[in-house]
Every structure is written in C-alpha cells, then in structure tokens.
C-alpha cells in the first residue's frame, strides 16, 4: 500500500542553522513526491516536488528536497533557517491522477 | 489572481443543524477536492471531483455530501452535523493531465467548524 510517513511532529532549529524536515515513503514503482507548506490561517501552499531526473529537487523560498531512492525517504532542507520559515509542512505523494497521500505534518519552529 | 475561495473561513454551530461550506476557483480547473485537517492525522480525503456533475467518495466520506453543478463551485454539505466533524476544512483543485500523477494542488485557506 502507498504511504507517506513524517516521523518527526515537531522540529526546533535556531535561525540560522541548518533545517531539515523529514520523510519517507512506501510505494510500488516510481513516485511522485511533494511537499507543501501552511502558514497559520492559511491553505497549503506547494513548494517542490520531484517527478524524475536530479535527485536534488529547488523550489521556493530556498527550500529544497534530497530525494534518495534506497532510504525511500524525501527529506526537505534549508541552509539556513528564518524565523518566518515556522509553519507546518506537508510531505505528500502523487497516488495516480489527482489523488494525493499527505503525511501527517511536522511542525517547525525557528528560533530567533 | 488564481485562487481557490472558501467561505465561511469560521462557523460554530449545533449538532443536527444543516451546514454547507461553499468554494470556488477562478483557474478552470477540472479537479476539486474537500479534505479535512485533523492534528496527527494530516489531511484526508473527504470527495473528489473530476469534472461536472461527476464526483466521487475519499477516504473519509460518512456525514457529508457535495455537489458540482457547476465547474468552479464545489460545495461541501453537512446535512446533519455532528461534534466529530469538528475540524478544520480546505478545499483544493488541480488542473493539468489528470494521468501524470504529478499534478499540484490549489489550495483555499481553510474553514474551521465547530459543532457543539
């Protein structure tokens, strides 16, 4: 069965440090990977995602994810940490057509 | 700009009394979804639609009904609302090829209902 997996609820970092969110997966076949991130009182906001190609996935706010397909994991990382960096992130998985599998969420505070 | 709306954003509200929490997206998107949030338990799947008049059950269905008549409204009904469907709820659309399996989500800001 597919899955996503967070195995950390919460995350602490001091600004400045490097982050880094994690995420594994179970799957048959290649998958798609996602990651989202929610600012209080507001929606999911996409950040990246992997679909094939480059491990090292780019996306927004200088955030970017190591894909690694013997760890089965998907991790999401940040050189250095801001304080309005602090949200929930999403990791989630592409299930065929629109579905998605979200993980549960891990919460990240950066600390001034 | 492209935007997916939900409206109420915050509604408390009675067991039994019927509710319907609206939402619209302005990017032509064939794709709509409800999920709702619940803590350690991240998003699941409520309904699903693929285009007009075409909608089909998530993971967690019981207690709510939707409908797509029309292709930028999606609206997520409570007939008869009761205190474990107290959460928070977000809908979301997606266009592209629904076969690639990697499309992104659109997603509103969220609807937090209480049901006393």
């Known amino acids: 069965a597919q899955s996503v997996a967070q195995p950390e609820d919460q995350v602490n970092v001091a600004e400045g440090n490097p982050l880094t969110v994690k995420c594994t997966y179970s799957?048959?076949?290649?998958?798609?990977l996602f990651w989202y991130v929610q600012y209080p009182n507001r929606g999911l906001q996409f950040l990246l995602k992997?679909?094939?190609?480059?491990?090292l996935v780019k996306g927004s706010y200088g955030f970017e994810a190591e894909f690694n397909k013997s760890q089965t994991s998907f991790h999401l990382k940040k050189p250095s940490a801001l304080v309005s960096d602090s949200a929930l992130y999403f990791c989630?998985?592409?299930?065929?057509?629109?579905?998605?599998?979200f993980g549960a969420g891990t919460r990240l505070f950066v600390k001034a | 700009e492209a935007q997916v709306t939900q409206n109420p954003r915050y509604l408390i509200t009675v067991t039994g009394k019927k509710l319907t929490v609206t939402c619209s997206q302005n990017?032509?998107?064939?794709?709509m979804s409800w999920y709702r949030q619940d803590p350690g338990l991240g998003l699941r799947q409520i309904y699903y639609?693929?285009?007009?008049?075409?909608?089909d059950k998530g993971d967690v269905p019981e207690g709510y009904k939707v409908s797509r008549k029309e292709k930028r409204n999606f609206p997520l009904i409570l007939e008869s609302p009761s205190p474990n469907q107290t959460s928070l709820y977000f809908c979301?659309?997606?266009?592209?090829?629904?076969?690639?399996?990697?499309?992104?989500?659109?997603f509103g800001a969220g609807s937090r209902l209480t049901v006393l």
């Open positions: 992997y679909i094939t190609g480059d491990n």
């Open positions: 799957v048959s076949g290649n998958p798609y």
């Open positions: 989630a998985m592409g299930a065929g057509g629109f579905k998605t599998i």
């Open positions: 990017m032509n998107h064939e794709y």
């Open positions: 639609s693929m285009n007009v008049e075409v909608t």
């Open positions: 979301a659309s997606g266009g592209g090829r629904s076969s690639s399996g990697a499309n992104v989500l659109t």
